[in-house]
């Protein structure tokens, strides 16, 4: 009988949310912002687009939205292991003023849903990661975020964005 191995699940979570985070949040400034819809029972939403003055032309990469209570910092600037809540969904081919919708069934951390967040004020931040485009000599294509001399360190890299700190009221239902 083939012996199993314990994996540690949540072990492995952090390692990917690490490398997530540490990879692919953006540094320089957007004039986009995440605008809360109404909700007619839609509960809590945020469409984020970018203006045609960041990019006139499309744009692959990863859009997020970091929610915190924190307003002394920008909450770009608190994404860690035991940061604030953050949202993130994989947009291709994005046109200027296109939107990008993260609600209720975008998983985020470390609570899965924004149904689940509970009531009150908070501080919200979009980011967008412009992934680039690498054609692998397998024949493979991947996006991944480039490089910038940087570390890949999201607080410094150019050519990605984040919107102004915006406050809002979160009310469930």
């Excluded at 009988?1 to 949310?17: C, D, F, P, R, T």
């Excluded at 994989?90 to 470390?110: A, M, R, S």
């Excluded at 412009?130 to 991944?144: C, L, N, P, Q, S």
Aim: include cysteine; charge should be negative; charged fraction near 20%.
């Amino acid at each position: 009988m083939a012996q199993q191995k314990e994996v540690n699940i949540s072990g492995i979570y952090y390692l990917i949310l690490f490398l997530l985070i540490a990879g692919v949040l953006g540094l320089s400034s957007c004039a986009a912002g995440p605008q809360v819809v109404g909700g007619g029972g839609e509960g809590l939403r945020f469409e984020v687009s970018f203006p045609p003055e960041y990019s006139e032309g499309e744009l692959t990469g990863r859009m997020f939205v970091v929610i915190t209570r924190d307003g002394q910092r920008e909450p770009r600037s608190q994404v860690g292991r035991y940061g604030p809540q953050l949202l993130g969904i994989d947009f291709e081919q994005l046109k200027p003023g296109e939107k990008v919708v993260i609600d209720e069934g975008t998983l985020g951390y470390p609570i899965e849903s924004l149904r689940d967040l509970p009531a009150g004020e908070y501080y919200v931040q979009a980011l967008l990661n412009k992934y680039t485009r690498f054609e692998r000599a397998d024949g493979h294509i991947v996006w991944m975020h480039m490089d910038q001399w940087e570390g890949q360190n999201w607080r410094r890299s150019p050519g990605n964005a984040y919107s102004q700190v915006q406050q809002i009221t979160h009310e469930p239902g």
